[in-house]
C-alpha cells in the first residue's frame, strides 16, 4: 500500500503508512506543519543581563512587536512606583515597526533606566494595539504627570496594577496584547574582614595592610515571565 496523507483541521493523518519511507515522509511533513502554525507572540519585552541587576545598574530594555501598532511600556519598581519607558514623553511617537527589535532608550539616548533599587524585584509592562494609546489623564505640561500614574494596586500587584494603567489609557473594552518581565536586584555585596590586634584598618600579619574585598555568593534566580509569550486582554 502506498502513501496517503489526508488534511484534517490543520492537522497531517497519515493513511496506509507501512513502510519505512512513507513513515519517514510522513514525520517530516508533521514536523513541518508543527513549524508553520508556530508565530511570533504579538508584543515581547526582555532585558539586558537576563534582568539581574546590582543598585546604580543600568538596565537596556528591550521590545519587538508582530505587526505594526501603538506601543505603551511601564515600569514599577520594588517600591511600586511607576515610570513610562516608552514613550518618553506623552506626545512622543508611540508607533512600532513590526518584526523591529527596538532599545527603549531613556532621555538623552541613555539606558533605560537606572536601577534605584538596593534589593528586591522589578516589573515591566509592555502593550501593543491597533489604535493610539490617550495619556491626556497622565500628562501635565507635555511630561508625564507621575502622581497621577501612582496607584496603590500597583504595590500590591505589580501586573495587575500596570494592566488596569494600560487600560485606561487605551479605553474601556479595547483590545491590547502585553507581555511582562521581571528583573531582579540583588543586594549590596558584603565585605569581610577580621579585627586586628594590630590596629585600626585591615590588616594581614604575613603581607601587611589589606584591602577589604566585597564577596557575593551565588546568583539571583530569574526566569522570563512570558505566560507563553504574550497574553491577550
Keep these: 500500500m502506498g502513501c496517503g496523507v489526508v488534511e484534517d483541521a490543520g492537522r497531517a493523518v497519515v493513511a496506509g503508512a507501512s513502510e519505512g519511507g512513507c513513515m519517514v515522509t510522513s514525520l517530516l511533513l508533521l514536523h513541518s506543519l508543527s513549524a508553520a502554525v508556530a508565530v511570533d507572540p504579538p508584543v515581547r519585552v526582555w532585558f539586558n543581563s537576563d534582568g539581574h541587576y546590582e543598585f546604580g545598574d543600568r538596565a537596556k530594555v528591550y521590545a519587538q512587536t508582530a505587526q505594526d501598532g501603538y506601543l505603551v511600556v511601564l515600569?514599577?519598581?520594588?517600591?511600586?512606583?511607576?515610570?513610562?519607558?516608552?514613550?518618553?514623553?506623552?506626545?512622543?511617537?508611540?508607533?512600532?515597526?513590526?518584526?523591529?527589535?527596538?532599545?527603549?532608550?531613556?532621555?538623552?539616548?541613555?539606558?533605560?533606566?537606572?536601577?534605584?533599587?538596593?534589593?528586591g524585584h522589578g516589573t515591566v509592562l509592555a502593550a501593543v494595539a491597533k489604535?493610539?494609546?490617550?495619556?491626556?489623564?497622565?500628562?501635565?505640561?507635555?511630561?508625564?504627570?507621575?502622581?497621577?500614574?501612582d496607584d496603590p494596586g500597583v504595590r500590591a500587584d505589580p501586573e495587575a496594577g500596570l494592566m488596569d494603567l494600560v487600560q485606561r489609557m487605551h479605553g474601556t473594552g479595547?483590545?491590547?496584547?502585553?507581555?511582562?518581565?521581571?528583573?531582579?536586584?540583588?543586594?549590596?555585596?558584603?565585605?569581610?574582614?577580621?579585627?586586628?590586634?594590630?590596629?585600626?584598618?585591615?590588616?594581614?600579619?604575613?603581607?601587611?595592610?589589606?584591602?577589604?574585598?566585597?564577596?557575593?555568593?551565588?546568583?539571583?534566580?530569574?526566569?522570563?515571565?512570558?505566560?507563553?509569550?504574550?497574553?491577550?486582554?
Design 75 to 119: 515600569r514599577a519598581d520594588a517600591q511600586g512606583h511607576v515610570r513610562v519607558l516608552f514613550p518618553i514623553d506623552p506626545d512622543g511617537n508611540q508607533q512600532t515597526r513590526g518584526g523591529k527589535k527596538d532599545e527603549l532608550k531613556g532621555r538623552g539616548g541613555r539606558e533605560a533606566f537606572v536601577v534605584d533599587d538596593t534589593t
Design 174 to 233: 479595547e483590545h491590547f496584547d502585553y507581555d511582562v518581565a521581571s528583573y531582579t536586584v540583588s543586594p549590596p555585596p558584603r565585605y569581610v574582614g577580621w579585627v586586628s590586634p594590630y590596629g585600626p584598618g585591615w590588616w594581614d600579619p604575613w603581607y601587611g595592610p589589606r584591602v577589604a574585598v566585597g564577596l557575593r555568593f551565588g546568583s539571583p534566580y530569574y526566569r522570563p515571565f512570558f505566560g507563553g509569550g504574550w497574553r491577550r486582554r
Design 131 to 149: 489604535t493610539p494609546f490617550q495619556f491626556d489623564e497622565f500628562a501635565k505640561n507635555g511630561r508625564w504627570d507621575y502622581t497621577a500614574l
